[in-house]
């Protein structure tokens, strides 16, 4: 029997997933890399710490299945989105460190877009609002202030790419330099009606043409690897929230899902219109199936600190030894005591868009424990992602159904049950919660024939619980307006 294996790339850790043809795990491995903050609102990584670590879990992965090569039918990609590498195409060595999506360096050359009237233009075409958050902006500071990146841009001889890029560089063997239409749709680069590169924003950016990767469709052979001990196909790439998107099986207009990683990402699949958000979320490519398919788009709210939230209550404060103890400590009381933590760590997403926002917590009395704390934070990721929901239903002129959730804090059901209860809709978890990989396994499957087709697909999605709300509306109003009245304070701290 054959495997898909997907390479897993998120913001804290790289990870490999073994599937098999019904959508089941067979085997998973896992490592942490270093996150660097070299001054405040600064986040870097090592890209090479990336590969490394990407690879190690491959091979390890395949170790621990008793499975080689020849088992393997075909690699996807998934990835952190908008972190932004630039490295030399002769020797394939990084150019400083990779910038990160959660970055907030570029704040200031945003507001100047704003100020020159820039906006509209770059919303018109990308879909995405002008913010810190996205690739062009971090690309543009690298021409500016590293010197080699100046150099190696003039010489022609400079790549950037996302992470699946760099990926795909280094599997390859330096060999292909490509992108897929989602993670294209993330750099503010790109034309997301056209489906191309966009002169107008190359050029408002500094960024040459030569830099830039080939876009290619999310689904279908991008090139091969030997690294692993035989050939093997990368025929699927797709950030992570639309992998999510697509192994969460919404690939009908109107259905919506939610994971739960450092951040919290919230997609309504739109289908092949494109929705222009009236509420400031986001328009964004969902992806492009091979074969000439038409592109598909999503309307998505990015919320930028969800789990991060939990891995500062352990490392930064340090109330629990280890991120699953959060919902046994904050099951210790029955509510907040009237404590709102609003994670505004990194500024605030969706629908705000503010990037000077910071972090708070409010209603703290005498009697405040850590278990309201704790309490405070998973319900400040729960508000967050409401918040979301009532612009994204406003805009699509639909009411929810219900809610699809997966990732490493779905697992988690005191905060589920408070979502449900927050949204007044159901909160459906399925039974295989790695969606962001299996939505990549998924694209590499159908673009080498190991699936057939999407309906296939479709009949191995199964529920593994439904949150019911149960909170009656009295109550949500008071909450929510104790939420709004904590989020006002945060702005523009």
Not at 466 to 478: I, L, N, T
Request: proline share 3%.
């Amino acid at each position: 029997m054959k495997y898909i294996l997907a390479l897993d790339q998120g913001t804290t850790s790289s990870r490999s997933i073994l599937f098999d043809h019904t959508g089941k795990v067979v085997a998973t491995a896992q490592r942490e890399f270093m996150q660097h903050y070299p001054q405040p609102g600064w986040v870097e990584h090592d890209a090479e710490e990336i590969w490394s670590t990407q690879l190690r879990t491959a091979k390890e992965v395949l170790r621990k299945a008793k499975v080689t090569a020849k088992d393997i039918a075909a690699i996807g990609i998934t990835n952190q989105r908008e972190t932004t590498v630039a490295w030399d195409r002769k020797t394939g060595k990084p150019v400083g460190k990779a910038i990160v999506w959660q970055d907030r360096r570029t704040a200031g050359f945003c507001d100047k877009l704003k100020s020159k009237g820039a906006e509209s233009m770059i919303r018109h075409k990308t879909g995405l609002v002008v913010d810190a958050y996205f690739s062009a902006t971090k690309l543009h500071w690298m021409l500016q202030h590293v010197p080699e990146a100046k150099a190696l841009a003039k010489a022609g001889q400079l790549a950037f790419g996302t992470i699946d890029s760099w990926l795909l560089w280094n599997l390859t063997g330096d060999q292909v330099h490509a992108t897929d239409v989602s993670n294209a749709s993330r750099t503010m680069l790109y034309d997301i009606t056209t489906g191309a590169w966009d002169e107008e924003l190359l050029k408002l950016f500094g960024v040459p043409a030569s830099v830039l990767p080939e876009v290619k469709a999310s689904s279908g052979v991008f090139g091969e690897t030997t690294l692993l001990g035989g050939s093997i196909p990368i025929a699927g790439i797709a950030g992570d929230q639309q992998a999510a998107l697509f192994g969460q099986v919404c690939t009908r207009p109107g259905m919506v899902k939610n994971t739960y990683g450092t951040g919290c990402f919230m997609l309504m699949h739109t289908g092949t219109k494109r929705i222009a958000s009236g509420n400031n979320l986001l328009t964004t490519v969902a992806w492009q199936l091979g074969g000439g398919g038409a592109l598909e788009y999503a309307v998505e709210g990015s919320v930028f600190i969800a789990g991060a939230v939990v891995q500062w209550l352990r490392d930064g404060l340090g109330i629990i030894k280890k991120s699953s103890d959060v919902e046994a400590l904050a099951a210790q009381v029955a509510d907040t005591g009237g404590v709102y933590l609003v994670p505004a760590f990194a500024g605030l997403g969706a629908p705000h868009w503010d990037q000077y926002a910071r972090g708070l917590m409010c209603g703290i009395t005498r009697g405040t424990t850590r278990a309201h704390i704790a309490r405070a934070a998973l319900e400040g990721i729960a508000f967050q992602v409401a918040d979301i929901l009532n612009a994204m239903q406003a805009d699509a002129g639909v009411r929810l159904r219900e809610l699809r959730v997966d990732g490493g804090a779905s697992n988690n059901n005191l905060m589920m049950q408070f979502q449900a209860d927050l949204l007044g809709v159901p909160v459906v978890r399925p039974v295989v919660t790695e969606t962001t990989a299996l939505g990549a396994a998924y694209l590499a499957g159908l673009g080498t024939g190991y699936w057939r087709s999407q309906a296939e697909i479709a009949t191995q999605w199964q529920t593994e619980r439904r949150f019911e709300p149960a909170m009656k509306a009295a109550q949500r109003k008071v909450l929510m307006a104790g939420w709004n009245r904590a989020l006002e304070r945060t702005k523009g701290a």
